[in-house]
């Protein structure tokens, strides 16, 4: 799986797609498929502050060694966005060999390599219920406006979106109804959850809404809704 990275802050979704794809791993371990799942850590460090201490019924999977993994088959990323200085420099420690392409108003999509997913966590302050909620009125909030331009050009099989609860209730839901139509409009099937990070091993609750996608000629072979 090859994938593209938005508005990455520290590399949460990097992190949870390797994370995904060494649990992954060791279900195919465990039905008896043999894989090679030893991981590799380039500056010999691991990561240690993404995790703490979780809920014992929480299914747990030890991932504090899973970045820059460099397995036959492991998810690759071809390049990420991101403009915060301080928020790049902790990325690049962890994933020194990730491009960063920068402003991502600044990309064009065409010059991009091709790659099977998208993801990215969009700019929430216009969208929170603790903001001034600005939404598609704020330069932050028409950044969704990007994500489709790529959408457009590149026609990834999949995308997943993260954004705060509060984009379902903005303006009445029109502007998450706007949003949907957009990307149906772009050629995917879409669904959407809001869901809890204390569900899934972290110790803090926050509700975050998921937006995925698989491109429409893709439906008749994907298991993905």
């Known amino acids: 799986m090859t994938y593209f990275s938005l508005f990455s802050g520290i590399g949460g979704f990097e992190l949870g797609i390797q994370q995904a794809y060494v649990a992954f791993s060791h279900g ?91 993801v990215g966590g969009v700019p929430c302050q216009s969208w929170s219920i603790a903001g001034k909620r600005g939404g598609f009125d704020d330069a932050r909030g028409n950044m969704w406006f990007e994500c489709f331009k790529i959408l457009r050009t590149k026609q990834p099989k999949y995308f997943l979106f993260e954004n705060v609860k509060g984009l379902l209730s903005h303006d009445g839901g029109k502007s998450m109804e706007r949003i949907c139509e957009e990307l149906c409009e772009c050629g995917y099937a879409i669904d959407f959850e809001v869901l809890n990070s204390k569900n899934f091993g972290v110790p803090q609750s926050r509700e975050r809404v998921f937006i995925m996608g698989v491109r429409i000629d893709l439906l008749d072979s994907c298991q993905v809704f």
């Open 28 to 118: 195919r371990e465990n039905r008896g498929i043999k894989k090679n799942t030893s991981t590799t850590h380039e500056d010999g460090e691991r990561l240690q502050s993404f995790s703490g201490e979780t809920d014992k019924n929480t299914p747990q999977t030890d991932i504090s060694h899973t970045t820059n993994i460099q397995n036959e088959g492991a998810p690759t990323c071809v390049g990420f966005s991101e403009i915060d200085k301080y928020a790049i420099q902790i990325y690049q420690k962890y994933f020194p060999n990730h491009k960063n392409y920068g402003d991502i108003t600044k990309i064009n999509a065409g010059d991009l390599s091709d790659f099977e997913l998208l």
